[in-house]
């Protein structure tokens, strides 16, 4: 060995184990390569071939696993380039039983809590926690990501189990962010229109159980996800920052695919509802026809799985509504002398409106008078 901080890691190796371990030059020869990959990988670069948990448990280092070796070599990575700080299995140790320690408070914090961050139990992680479990991500400050990650943390569905590694607790930083960065519309316009860093991906149910959302049928249902994306991607950062807010979201676009697929949705959508997802012109006088419209469209979800095709369903019902009031505003005498073109089947079925019928026996006739009466003339 040429490097000084190589050969003293190589020694306190050494002097860890016993005749029987360094009795043969292989086995000399092995203990080398490891300690010249770490301090490699302490100097910035790559080691290859590339360090296992089996190589850093050979050379005397506990607690390094599948779940914790990428947060251990990042962290031998961020110290001292020269080695000086990677020279010992003392200094190793210390740096690993640090990540593990760190994680296994955040997932503490997970386990103590079901409740999002409204009420927590425990104290909140600051950025300075998820830094020492070796996780990377976490943002902090008036843009800052950590409150929305903690409220993750602190779901029901997240429990200690699941976020105690530093492997598991990346897994769940990498997947909000994502969720996050769909969330990027500028000025909150209905549909996912505004390019985002990976237009063409979307989030993933896997992404969204990460973080402890449950997304109901839009966990297995193609149109439902792709709804669900498409409301996210017309939110802005601090519409789904939390779990209970994307949950919301979740299950309007369920109960939306549910009446696409003929079924009534529990609980019963409302405008407020179809408000919240971006949705414009939605009230209580045309929601029966909005709702209606969507149940006349194809079951599997397919024509009704994003903003801008609900949107022009609504503004259709609307614009041909609008036109019926036309015409009864432009007329008070009855059928007898009309103004403008008279109404037929095809403009109240436009309208969402029922129970208008055509031929010999229909009542359109009848309607249309209705309309061209006088008290039907708009205020």
């Known amino acids: 060995a040429t490097d000084a901080d190589n050969l003293a890691l190589l020694n306190d190796i050494v002097g860890a184990k016993q005749?029987?371990?360094?009795?043969?030059?292989?086995?000399?020869?092995?203990?080398a390569r490891i300690a010249n990959a770490i301090q490699t990988v302490?100097?910035?670069?790559?080691?290859?071939?590339?360090?296992?948990?089996?190589?850093?448990?050979?050379?005397?280092?506990?607690?390094?696993?599948?779940?914790?070796?990428?947060?251990?070599?990042?962290?031998?990575?961020?110290?001292?380039?020269?080695?000086g700080e990677t020279?010992?299995?003392?200094?190793?140790?210390?740096?690993?039983?640090?990540?593990?320690?760190?994680?296994?408070?955040?997932?503490?914090?997970?386990?103590?809590?079901?409740?999002?961050?409204?009420?927590?139990?425990g104290t909140v992680p600051v950025l300075a926690n998820y830094t020492a479990a070796g996780v990377t991500g976490v943002t902090d400050g008036a843009n800052g990501n950590?409150?929305?990650i903690n409220d993750a943390l602190a779901s029901a569905a997240v429990t200690g189990a699941k976020a105690n590694t530093p492997a598991e607790l990346q897994a769940i930083v990498d997947a909000y962010k994502a969720i996050l960065a769909e969330a990027n519309d500028a000025d909150n316009t209905a549909g996912d229109g505004t390019t985002d860093a990976t237009p063409t991906v979307d989030p993933t149910p896997a992404q969204y159980a990460a973080i402890g959302a449950d997304i109901?049928?839009?966990?297995?249902?193609?149109?439902?996800?792709?709804?669900?994306?498409?409301?996210?991607?017309?939110?802005?950062?601090?519409?789904v920052d939390t779990i209970a807010e994307i949950n919301?979201?979740?299950?309007?676009?369920?109960?939306?695919?549910?009446?696409?697929?003929?079924?009534?949705?529990s609980p019963a959508l409302t405008p407020a509802d179809l408000v919240k997802i971006g949705l414009a012109d939605v009230t209580a006088d045309n929601i029966d026809a909005v709702l209606a419209a969507i149940n006349a469209k194809d079951n599997a979800g397919g024509q009704t799985d994003s903003l801008s095709e609900l949107q022009a369903l609504i503004n259709g019902l609307n614009s041909a509504a609008a036109n019926l009031g036309a015409f009864a505003e432009a007329n008070s005498q009855g059928l007898s002398t009309t103004t403008g073109t008279v109404p037929v089947l095809a403009n109240y079925t436009a309208a969402g409106v029922t129970g208008v019928t055509d031929g010999a026996n229909g009542n359109i006739s009848a309607i249309n008078d209705a309309l061209a009466s006088a008290s039907m003339r708009c205020a």
């Open 19 to 31: 005749f029987a371990d360094v009795d043969t030059i292989a086995e000399i020869n092995e203990l």
């Open 42 to 83: 302490a100097a910035g670069g790559t080691a290859s071939p590339a360090l296992s948990p089996a190589d850093l448990g050979k050379i005397g280092l506990a607690n390094v696993t599948p779940e914790n070796l990428d947060a251990v070599l990042a962290a031998i990575a961020g110290k001292d380039n020269g080695g």
């Open 87 to 121: 020279d010992s299995l003392g200094e190793l140790q210390t740096l690993i039983n640090g990540l593990n320690t760190a994680a296994a408070n955040l997932g503490v914090f997970a386990e103590a809590n079901t409740q999002g961050l409204a009420t927590p139990t």
């Open 146 to 148: 950590i409150s929305a």
């Open 216 to 239: 109901g049928a839009a966990a297995t249902d193609a149109d439902n996800l792709a709804l669900l994306n498409d409301i996210v991607g017309a939110k802005q950062f601090a519409d």
């Open 248 to 265: 919301e979201l979740a299950r309007i676009a369920n109960a939306i695919q549910t009446v696409a697929a003929g079924v009534t949705a």
